[in-house]
């Protein structure tokens, strides 16, 4: 567990203590960070008065010091009110990384286009920088009907062997094959300041950093 944890909700500090935060991440799937916060009794009776509605924006900075801390940015997918056997209440976040808002679906279509600018633009109507390998192949056409952004971004990068990313304002859609090779390995996201590690098998995320 990180020495320290702050949090912001819609940029302002919460009322509460968090005393848990897991943070689990892998390709392909939307960063989930889960927060319990111990809330005064008072504003759960209040309505509304400690619960952050769905999509309310997070910012999780985290580490053990100054000098080594990693954020997390996202927003809330859902709060659960949680109760031990005493009664006593915790409030649970469940939040999700910035690729919560590439869930939407919007019919288009393109014609003639690589792979990697296709990623760029998908990124840049969410105001996402990306960071990628250029690919040299052109698909013939690539069509998103009823699937979300963020699936259609998984099935382009299955196509073409490519790994997605997505993590606070930046989309990775990389080549494993170039960082196999050792060049550009800049572009793998690190994270040098988890200091424990798990494998926690599911099928919304498997890896679990805390």
């Known amino acids: 567990m990180s020495n320290f944890i702050n949090a912001a909700f819609n940029g302002v500090r919460p ?7 897991e943070l689990r991440q892998h390709y392909e799937q939307h960063s989930l960070a889960i927060v319990d916060m111990t809330v005064p ?7 509304g008065g400690a619960l952050y509605p769905e999509m309310t924006s997070v910012q999780l900075r985290w580490g053990r010091s100054a000098s080594e801390q990693s954020m997390f940015y996202g927003y809330v997918n859902h709060p659960e009110v949680l109760t031990d056997s005493s009664g006593n209440p915790t409030v649970r976040y469940l939040c999700l990384g910035t690729s919560l808002r590439m869930n939407g679906t919007q019919p288009r279509s393109w014609t003639k286009i690589s792979p990697s600018f296709l990623a760029v633009e998908i990124a840049r109507k969410y105001r996402l920088r990306a ?5 040299r192949r052109t698909l013939t056409s690539f069509t998103i009907t009823t699937e ?3 699936q259609a971004l998984k099935r382009l990068a299955a196509e073409t062997g490519y790994r997605l990313w997505i993590d606070g304002g930046t989309v ?11 060049a550009a390995t800049s572009f793998v996201p690190q994270y040098p300041n988890v200091v424990e590690f798990t494998i926690t098998p599911g099928t919304l995320c498997l890896a679990s950093a805390v």
């Open 15 to 21: 009322n509460g203590t968090i005393t848990r935060f």
């Open 41 to 47: 009794n008072v504003l759960l009776r209040t309505t």
């Open 131 to 135: 960071l990628l390998h250029r690919s």
């Open 148 to 150: 979300t952004d963020f």
């Open 172 to 182: 990775y859609f990389i080549d494993p094959n170039v960082l196999l090779t050792g």
